[in-house]
């Protein structure tokens, strides 16, 4: 049954194994298609433009910023970085999912530029066991965990409006939750206008 | 993690498969508490008061429906049929899901009465598909088939406001859909009342 392609937005704090939980997910479902991002940011070596990144300077960028051009961007040490709106809803209409690795401010423009979007936040089991996750990392200084921990009580506030809440305690539990998401998010009326618009008739597809 | 017991709502015309579904749904996850309707019919052989049905007389039937005593009733050849509210909301407290297989209106009146029920619909792949199974039973008169044929086109009008579509076009594709559904519906915030209230403070349970 051709279906319109579902954006899922997938947002977690950092050290809430949301890296792992994604890889498996496209590794199980590798049709997921990718948007590549526009960004300010110089190429870097080997980085194909078109391809890597649509790579613009801040002028074009914040045009098109002003144009209404981007469903989400954001600025990261002083570069731009936005997702174009136009070949995104492109590969929707042509029924490709589309996965959102993204922040919960992405996330929030997200829900305003596209609200059809089913949206999972991944959670820690609790705050002591997000602390030795990123303790066990061995890479982030005491101050960086700090604020890493600072930061985490400020995303979890914006769970609450997610549709699905995925509680990581056990990464296989964790991974059928977040499969069952996805899967069951394809089943919203939503992504299926043709077979809604036969319903209202009472009729099938 | 403590939760909220989900209400699970699945409606169907009949010849979709709905029934074959649902045994393996609550194979697969026994634990679904099942809510005892009351009703007006006489009791049969056998039957007991309290565990198979309340039997009322229709007096008291009424007088509770007017009370706001039923999360949804319905009258079936005569007879008077509800399910009361506050044993329903109790088990849910209590954290248990509770699985209803429940034609349209039914579903509808459960949408007021308990808004935060998932509502899954089961369709069949097409009409010529709906009616080559009516028949296959061999118990159905062409008058009783015609007459399915009519309701399932009054039934499919209803569907689109259903949380998630399962097209049954094959059962065990069917039955992993409405799993998925299931176990996606249990991570929706609204089960979650006490994890939700910890995450609005920018914190876990």
């Known amino acids: 049954m051709a279906r319109h392609g579902m954006p899922l937005v997938i947002s977690a704090p950092s050290g809430a194994g949301k890296t792992t939980l994604i890889r498996r997910l496209r590794e199980e479902f590798p049709h997921f298609a990718y948007s590549v991002s526009c960004t300010t940011r110089a190429p870097r070596d ?27 961007w954001a600025e990261v040490h002083g570069n731009l970085y936005g997702t174009p ?24 423009q997200l829900k305003a530029s596209l609200a059809e979007a089913t949206f999972v936040f991944v959670l820690p089991p609790d705050m002591k066991e997000l602390e030795r996750r990123l303790r066990l990392r061995g890479q982030d ?9 600072h930061n985490a009580c400020q995303e979890l506030r914006e769970a609450p409006w997610y549709d ?21 998010g394809t089943l919203r009326p939503v992504y299926h206008p043709d077979l809604v618009a036969a319903l209202a008739q009472g009729n099938l597809l």
Do not use: K, W
């Open 141 to 149: 200084t005491e101050e960086t965990i700090a604020r890493r921990l």
């Open 46 to 72: 080997g980085e194909v433009d078109g391809q890597d990144y649509h790579f613009l300077s801040r002028e074009r960028f914040e045009t098109l910023r002003g144009q209404g051009y981007f469903a989400e």
């Open 85 to 108: 709106l136009g070949p995104l809803r492109e590969m929707l209409r042509q029924g490709r999912d589309v996965l959102f690795d993204i922040d919960v401010q992405g996330a929030r």
């Open 164 to 184: 699905f809440l995925v509680v990581n305690d056990d990464l296989d539990a964790a991974y059928a939750r977040l499969r069952a998401a996805y899967v069951a």
